[in-house]
């Protein structure tokens, strides 16, 4: 029988990482995990049974990995899970990510990656310490710690870059990306040369994950549930009903109202949402929402 237990640490760590999970979940088999295309990037921390992480660039076979990351991604991420396991999940900006991790974000985007080949022996060393910690304060004490040294050593993002990534942000991605380029006093291949260091897609990409995860909102929404798909498709940003469609397409492999199912299935409980990571869940509360639902405790 499975079994799940999820923590959070109550208040952002750092003062920057909002998303944090400690978790623990016990699988009778290898269940495999899919996660939805996203604006924020994923890391694992983890100390119990590796993850069976896809093939990436670096790694055309991939394979068991105990920690890893997910750049931003424009198509489904799939990986296994087995075991025991155990650790913690981040789910941050792809700028907080560039400071965290101190490299150009492009080479993880569409990437599962091995924590330990980007950071070193550091990476191993701090799911060491988060296993060896007695109870979930504590690691988060400890993870907190961590992720303060790498902020403070790490690089810091364009102001003009971050000021970007906040319009296409807060327009669900309906700011033009000339307009952009143009209120900066950039020209569009500068941006796009920008977005490539510091967030990974380029700015058109990172426009169509934010009108996607707008879209995720509204499938999910119960009480939108009646609405026609062309008025999901206009109040999500798309030109039509048939645009919408295309996207979820390219983005998820399903139709919209398949998308829609699924979504609503997550957020009441069942099916693939049953996990610490790797779920068909709503992207617009990527990581949140779900796991309201479990218990909290201080278990380790």
Known sequence: MDDIVCLRPGRPLAGIVRDCSGYRERLAGVV????????????VIAYGDPVLAPPSRADRLGGPRTSLV???HDRLSEAGVVGEQRG???RVTPLTAYSLLGLPMHLISNETADLGALLGRGAARLAERL????????RFAILESALAARMAGGPRPDPAVAWAWRRLAATAGGERVDALAEQLGWSRRHLVRR???QIG???KTVARLFRFER????????TTAALPLATVAAEAGYADQAHLA???????RCTPRELATALRQGASGGGASRSHSFKLVDVGDTYGAAHDRFRRHGSH
């Not at 879209?215 to 119960?222: E, G, K, P, Y």
């Open 201 to 203: 897609p380029p700015p």
């Open 195 to 197: 977005f490539r260091e």
């Open 70 to 72: 997910i750049g931003l």
């Open 32 to 43: 495999r995990r899919r996660e939805l295309p996203s604006s924020r990037v994923t890391l």
């Open 131 to 138: 296993a060896e910690a007695g109870d979930w304060p504590r």
């Open 215 to 222: 879209a995720t909102v509204l499938l999910r929404d119960r």
């Open 246 to 252: 295309r996207e979820v397409r390219a983005f998820a």
């Open 88 to 90: 913690v999940l981040l």
